[in-house]
């Protein structure tokens, strides 16, 4: 399977807890996303990473929400202290320069908060 | 104003007919244009990408760009069952690498 890859597939957790999140975008794929989405509603963009560097972040990534890339490889998106309101899937995407701005999405991470 | 509209549906065609979805944006200076496919409880998946205004069309597929009015299309032809769905309209926005997302359309296709 060369598409991108996350871990876990699904998460439940107690409120207050901490979460961490993988994933390996797909290979050579030097650009990299994390969206979240809810139900009814379309993905929301979090942040972007070219290569190490993370570029972009949105408002939406409060100070509990953290993301890395540390070698330009795969990325973490970890959630301190969860809370009810972060019960979402989230979405790990990936893309290459010479494609545009075409992402591809990988099945995402389901976190529920109890 | 949202960045992306869509109106949610659900838009519902009978099996073999033409579907029509719609999707309207703030930003003049946009330059890409992309329509996902997205199952319930799936993630989404692309479809197809247009960039100049007109028609681009792929299998069954066609989208329509029109700048000046600022809003892009998707056209179905022959509806199947299995294209029951929602279609999630995504702009790249002046100066910004990530897509933003409209809120979909849910189709249903019924046999």
């Known amino acids: 399977d060369t598409g991108v890859s996350q871990d876990p597939r699904h998460k439940i957790t107690k409120r207050g807890q901490n979460v961490t999140f993988r994933c390996d975008p797909i290979?050579?794929?030097?650009?990299l996303y994390w969206y979240r989405q809810t139900l009814g509603q379309g993905p929301e963009f979090l942040t972007y990473?070219?290569?190490?560097?993370?570029?972009?972040k949105s408002r939406l990534l409060s100070d509990r929400f953290s993301a890395e890339r540390p070698k330009g490889s795969f990325s973490t998106l970890e959630i301190q202290r969860t809370e009810q309101g972060d019960s979402a899937m989230y979405l790990c995407a990936s893309s290459i320069e010479k494609s545009g701005n075409t992402i591809y999405f990988g099945e995402g991470s389901w976190l529920t908060v109890v | 104003q949202k960045e992306v509209e869509q109106n949610s549906g659900p838009l519902s065609v009978p099996e073999g007919a033409i579907a029509s979805l719609n999707c309207t944006y703030s930003?003049?200076?946009?330059?890409?244009f992309f329509w996902y496919r997205q199952y319930s409880g799936k993630s989404p998946e692309l479809i197809m990408s247009i960039y100049s205004n007109g028609d681009k069309e792929d299998g069954r597929f066609t989208a329509q760009l029109n700048k000046a009015s600022q809003y892009v299309s998707l056209l179905i032809r022959d509806s199947q069952p299995s294209d029951s769905a929602t279609y999630l309209c995504?702009?790249?926005?002046?100066?910004?690498?990530?897509?933003?997302f409209g809120s979909g359309t849910r189709l249903q296709v019924q046999p």
């Open positions: 995504a702009v790249n926005r002046t100066g910004r690498r990530a897509l933003t």
């Open positions: 990473f070219q290569n190490e560097a993370q570029l972009e």
């Open positions: 930003d003049r200076g946009s330059q890409s």
């Open positions: 290979s050579e794929h030097n650009r």
